[in-house]
């Protein structure tokens, strides 16, 4: 069994499900690619899908664009810091 995978699943801040947030990181200001969870899995028997409020983010990028990445993501939800 791996140890870690080359994937990471991140909760959508407040407000936005997995859809808005990823469609907000799409953005032109941010410019980071992901896959709402929404689009992961099926749905549980009650018809509700795990993933409705996630994103998930692969991580095979270059290790400097991974951190470029997550620098966009902390200017965009937070301001320039």
Known sequence: ????????????????????FASRLLAP?????????LALGEPLQDNSYPGKDYVRFA?????EDVKEAAIRIRRGFLGAR
């Open 29 to 37: 200001d941010i410019g980071v690619v992901c896959t709402p969870g």
């Open 59 to 63: 991580l095979v990028p270059k290790t």
């Open 1 to 20: 069994m791996p140890k870690a995978t080359l994937y990471v699943w991140a909760k959508a801040p407040k407000g936005l499900d997995g859809m808005g």
